[in-house]
Structures are given as C-alpha cells and as structure tokens.
C-alpha cells in the first residue's frame, strides 16, 4: 500500500521554527510531484507548495514565501517543509501528497492525514 505519514507538527511562539517530515512507504517520492497543504476549520484548503518531479522546482503560495522551504532526501524517501518565522496565521493542520502531476487532486496517488501546527501569541 502508498502511503505518507506527516510529522513534526508541535505548538511554538510566533517567530518559531517547525520542520515537518513526509515520510513516504510502500513506494518511493522520486517520480512524483509533492505537494504540501493545509487546513483551518472553517476556511478552505490552502496549498502551501508543490515541487515538480521533472525539474525539482518549487512553487510557494505568497504568504509562505521567505519563510518556508522545502527539500526532499531520497535516500530516506522523505520530504521535508521547513518553516520560519511562524505566525499566529499559520496555524493549521499540514498535509502532504504524492501526485503523478501538477499537485492536482486527479493526479493524487498517496497523501497522509496530516500533523498539527499551533503558533499561538
């Protein structure tokens, strides 16, 4: 079975660091686009990245620009958000997804059920 497992999640103070960890199983990262998201009760999905498998680029939403950054080690099959200066805003629950293109739900083959981030003031 494809399967992610997020983690890292934790709760911290504004201006707080976070690396959160997508660890893959079942299958390896290498072919597929990876995708960070995440969720506030009450607001829709946000995507956060997407990194291409073709070329390893990266796009970042705006409001993450500068202070996130994401990497991926293959010899673990895991990738990696790193995120800075966190803020209140930030707070979410994180997911990540493997998809066979664009980040886009029709392309998902695998996403896990995420790991909670608290930036409280």
């Known amino acids: 079975q494809k399967q992610v497992v997020e983690s890292g999640g934790d709760l911290v103070q504004p201006g707080g660091y976070l690396r959160l960890s997508c660890s893959a199983s079942?299958?390896?990262?290498?072919?597929?686009?990876i995708g960070w998201y995440r969720r506030v009760p009450g607001k829709e999905r946000e995507g956060v990245s997407c990194?291409?498998?073709?070329?390893?680029?990266?796009h970042y939403a705006d409001f993450v620009k500068g202070r996130f950054t994401v990497s991926r080690e293959n010899g673990k099959n895991t990738a990696y958000l790193q995120m800075s200066g966190l803020k209140p805003e930030d707070t979410a629950v994180y997911y990540c997804?493997?998809?066979?293109?664009?980040?886009?739900?029709?392309?998902?083959?695998?996403w896990g059920l995420g790991t909670p981030v608290m930036v409280y003031s």
């Open positions: 997804g493997a998809f066979r293109g664009r980040c886009e739900d029709r392309y998902l083959e695998s």
């Open positions: 990194t291409s498998s073709t070329d390893h680029s990266t």
């Open positions: 079942g299958f390896t990262l290498d072919p597929y686009d």
